[in-house]
Each structure stands twice: as structure tokens, then as C-alpha cells.
């Protein structure tokens, strides 16, 4: 239907980034951002809040029924999503060759965000896409529901997993490409700490050569 030549929307989401690119052109371009989590974090958190999640088509009550360490040997834990969303290949086996294109997709394409460093994120996409808004609403709806993440309604409280644990092993093994684009995007959010203080049209040149 036209949405991204149409310049209606101001920010488009998807949890699909080909078929969102899809939506523009040369023409009618636009800036990518996106928000990394480290994948155990990201798998545990998954496996916890599927448990009681009966608002979502992947409601899974049985798991409540499984240790995390089970559902880690299990074939339902994510094997390395977010390599597979950026190289588009979900089902066939992943080799270093698709690590270094989704590598390439966030170097070029994307401007990178941290869960852990989630006020710094905001902040920066605020200051790029200039998000600033002089609406006293809105200022506090963000203030509340992103800037202070733990007061966030959508968080989801569960037991951390240590680090190096049995369960922490066991997701790693299935995530390794995940984690070292997790790596590869964290170096990158620091390096863009650079750019960002200086002329955000250079930064725009950088991230859609």
C-alpha cells in the first residue's frame, strides 16, 4: 500500500527486517535502528515469560513443568535468531559465512541500542532522529514507560542465571554465532558513542554506505 514512499509514519517496527526494508527504496530510504540483548538473557527471559504469556499465540503453560536446563537440551530454544533474522536463513545450518553478512547488515544498516544501557540508547536515538518533544504527555509516557525500564508494565520478572552455570552453558552452545554478533553490536554502540557527539549527517553517511 505505499506506507514507507507515503512519509505517513514517522517510525515503522517490525521484528522482520527484510520484509521491513521492503517497504523502501533508494528513493524513499530510511534509518534502521534496533536494540540488542544478550542472547541467555534473551533465551531465559523467553522461557519464563512464555510460561505465563496466555495473551500470545506461543503460550507454552507446559513449560512451567521443564527446568530452563531442559528446556536448553530441548529443539524449542532459539538457535541463534538474530543471525538467522539478518542473514534470512531459518532453518538451513548457519556457517561463518552468514555470521559475517548479519555482521555487515548491523555495521552498515543499523543504529545499535543495549538493553542493559537502555536510558544511553534512548537518549541516542533522541538525539539523531531528533525525538525530542515539547508534548508534557509524551515527555513523561517516555520518561515512564522507557527511560525507566523498571517500571515498565511489559518487564517480566524471573531468576537471573549466573554466568558460566550449567543452564548459561547450555544456551551458549546453541547461540554461539548470537553471541559474538551480541559482541560485535556492543563494541559498535560504544563506537558510535564517538560519532554521535559529532555531525549526525556523517553518522547518516557511515550507516547507509
Known amino acids: 500500500m505505499g506506507l514507507g514512499r507515503s512519509r505517513i509514519a514517522d517510525v515503522i517496527f517490525s521484528g522482520w527486517?527484510?520484509?521491513?526494508?521492503?517497504?523502501?527504496?533508494i528513493q524513499q530510504s530510511g534509518v534502521m535502528f534496533t536494540i540488542f540483548r544478550h542472547p541467555v538473557e534473551?533465551?531465559?527471559?523467553?522461557?519464563?515469560?512464555?510460561q505465563d504469556a496466555h495473551w500470545e499465540p506461543t503460550y507454552r503453560p507446559g513449560y512451567k513443568n521443564?527446568?530452563?536446563a531442559e528446556y536448553a537440551r530441548s529443539d524449542q530454544i532459539e538457535d541463534n535468531w538474530m543471525t538467522r533474522i539478518l542473514a534470512n536463513k531459518m532453518r538451513e545450518p548457519l556457517n561463518q559465512n552468514d555470521l559475517t553478512l548479519a555482521k555487515g547488515i548491523v555495521?552498515?544498516?543499523?543504529?545499535?541500542?543495549?538493553?542493559?544501557?537502555?536510558?544511553?540508547?534512548?537518549?541516542r536515538f533522541d538525539k539523531y532522529f531528533g525525538w525530542q518533544s515539547a508534548v508534557q504527555y509524551a515527555k513523561e509516557c517516555r520518561d515512564k514507560y522507557v527511560l525507566n525500564s523498571s517500571s515498565s508494565g511489559n518487564k517480566h520478572q524471573h531468576q537471573e542465571v549466573e554466568e558460566n552455570s550449567l543452564e548459561w552453558s547450555l544456551i551458549m552452545a546453541r547461540n554461539t554465532f548470537d553471541f559474538e554478533?551480541?559482541?560485535?553490536?556492543r563494541a559498535l554502540f560504544h563506537n558510535e558513542q564517538k560519532l554521535?557527539?559529532?555531525?549526525?549527517?556523517?553518522?547518516?553517511?557511515?550507516?547507509?554506505?
Do not use: C, W
Open 181 to 185: 554478533l551480541y559482541e560485535f553490536a
Open 66 to 68: 521443564i527446568t530452563l
Open 42 to 50: 534473551r533465551a531465559v527471559s523467553m522461557f519464563y515469560y512464555l
Open 107 to 123: 555495521r552498515e544498516k543499523m543504529i545499535v541500542g543495549l538493553t542493559n544501557q537502555i536510558d544511553e540508547s534512548y537518549r
Open 17 to 25: 527486517p527484510h520484509e521491513g526494508a521492503s517497504l523502501f527504496s
Open 196 to 209: 554521535m557527539l559529532g555531525d549526525p549527517k556523517e553518522h547518516s553517511k557511515t550507516i547507509n554506505r
